[in-house]
């Protein structure tokens, strides 16, 4: 068990089915012992002086029916050490509780609201669990956009009097995890840092371009004409494609796009209907443009390795030469 100061946020989506916790903390890796999601069923954030079984424990609980109050009153009324806890709830409904035990560190208290709780220990005051609140709730987009635009806001206020260590976010949603393997759609962490709010929404931006699809369909752009023909050049720099820059979205052109997908992990983003969506074509971009700069201020040292991007096939080896490298 450990004591630490933090401040977080349990909150739902009812409309996307989402339900997730964001947190941060002066203490090292807060993504270890605070957040707790299940789909369907709700999320938990234990901290203070933080009892771990309340996350694995209130889940069970919220999956039999238990309503998030219940659940707040179930696992703190047996509990010796109450007083020195901090939990936050929300259930499957979207209805929150929230406990803040009274030997809890100044400054300790919570703010329930509709389908949120936010909860803060050894915080600069009162406004910094209140930021917390209006800011989820004015907030527009998305979960990972609401939870964290409200971890920014409770910082602005102070946040934790100790200062900043580290953060995370966890959402959960039917089948939202990688390939739909399992329900955690959003899980990333920030164990150390001098920044961790800051830290965590670049991470959740590399994760969302990578592993998410959170675009509007109605941005996809269809690959025809100069857009097949840019994809085309691209690709060809990059080492992906050897073909003819047609135009036309061929066989061999969507074996090469298949294959940089796959390689820079945009497998939830492929699709088989001829169009791509922004964020790909633009990350596509980038790497090529990365590439093109590469060559120019490269000094080579082996002959034609500037030629070769990083989709082509590797060099065969030399005859006679040791595969494994060693000497």
Same mark, same amino acid.
């Given at each position: 068990?450990?004591?630490?100061?933090?401040?977080?946020?349990?909150?739902?989506?009812?409309?996307?089915?989402?339900?997730?916790?964001?947190?941060?903390?002066?203490?090292?890796?807060?993504?270890?012992?605070?957040?707790?999601?299940?789909?369907?069923?709700?999320?938990?954030?234990?901290?203070?002086?933080?009892?771990? *079984?309340?996350?694995?424990?209130?889940? &069970? $609980?919220?999956?039999?029916? %238990?309503?998030? !109050?219940?659940?707040?009153?179930?696992? #703190?009324?047996?509990?010796?050490?109450?007083?020195?806890?901090?939990?936050?709830?929300?259930?499957?409904?979207?209805?929150?509780?929230?406990?803040?035990?009274?030997?809890?560190?100044?400054?300790?208290?919570?703010?329930?609201?509709?389908?949120?709780?936010?909860?803060?220990?050894?915080?600069?005051?009162?406004?910094?669990?209140?930021?917390?609140?209006?800011?989820?709730?004015?907030?527009?987009?998305?979960?990972?956009?609401?939870?964290?635009?409200?971890?920014?806001?409770?910082?602005?206020?102070?946040?934790?009097?100790?200062?900043?260590?580290?953060?995370?976010?966890?959402?959960?949603?039917?089948?939202?995890?990688?390939?739909?393997?399992?329900?955690?759609?959003?899980?990333?962490?920030?164990?150390?840092?001098?920044?961790?709010?800051?830290?965590? *929404?670049?991470?959740?931006?590399?994760? &969302? $371009?990578?592993?998410?699809? %959170?675009?509007? !369909?109605?941005?996809?752009?269809?690959? #025809?004409?100069?857009?097949?023909?840019?994809?085309?050049?691209?690709?060809?720099?990059?080492?992906?494609?050897?073909?003819?820059?047609?135009?036309?979205?061929?066989?061999?052109?969507?074996?090469?796009?298949?294959?940089?997908?796959?390689?820079?992990?945009?497998?939830?983003?492929?699709?088989?209907?001829?169009?791509?969506?922004?964020?790909?074509?633009?990350?596509?971009?980038?790497?090529?443009?990365?590439?093109?700069?590469?060559?120019?201020?490269?000094?080579?040292?082996?002959?034609?390795?500037?030629?070769?991007?990083?989709?082509?096939?590797?060099?065969?080896?030399?005859?006679?030469?040791?595969?494994?490298?060693?000497?």
């Amino acid at each position: 068990m450990v004591r630490f100061g933090t401040f977080s946020i349990v909150a739902v989506d009812r409309d996307r089915r989402e339900w997730g916790v964001a947190v941060q903390s002066k203490f090292i890796a807060v993504g270890a012992v605070v957040p707790w999601a299940r789909s369907g069923v709700g999320a938990i954030a234990t901290q203070a002086l933080a009892n771990v *079984a309340y996350g694995p424990g209130g889940l &069970d $609980l919220l999956a039999k029916g %238990r309503s998030a !109050p219940d659940v707040v009153r179930a696992l #703190t009324d047996g509990d010796p050490k109450r007083d020195e806890r901090q939990l936050g709830v929300v259930d499957g409904q979207g209805r929150a509780a929230a406990y803040t035990g009274t030997k809890c560190l100044e400054w300790a208290g919570h703010e329930v609201g509709d389908g949120f709780a936010c909860q803060g220990n050894i915080l600069f005051g009162p406004e910094v669990v209140a930021a917390m609140a209006r800011s989820f709730e004015t907030t527009p987009g998305d979960l990972p956009e609401r939870l964290l635009a409200a971890l920014g806001a409770g910082q602005r206020e102070g946040g934790d009097r100790r200062g900043m260590q580290s953060a995370a976010m966890l959402i959960v949603r039917p089948e939202g995890g990688y390939d739909a393997g399992s329900d955690r759609w959003v899980d990333i962490r920030v164990d150390d840092h001098a920044s961790p709010i800051e830290e965590l *929404a670049r991470l959740f931006r590399l994760y &969302d $371009l990578t592993l998410l699809t %959170r675009e509007d !369909p109605a941005t996809l752009v269809p690959i #025809t004409g100069d857009v097949a023909v840019r994809i085309q050049q691209q690709l060809e720099l990059l080492g992906y494609f050897t073909g003819r820059r047609s135009g036309t979205w061929d066989a061999a052109t969507a074996a090469a796009f298949a294959k940089f997908l796959s390689v820079n992990n945009f497998e939830n983003k492929a699709r088989t209907d001829a169009t791509v969506w922004p964020s790909v074509l633009g990350y596509l971009k980038e790497r090529a443009g990365e590439e093109s700069v590469r060559r120019t201020r490269t000094q080579p040292t082996v002959a034609g390795a500037l030629e070769r991007g990083p989709g082509a096939p590797a060099r065969p080896r030399p005859p006679g030469s040791d595969p494994t490298g060693s000497s």
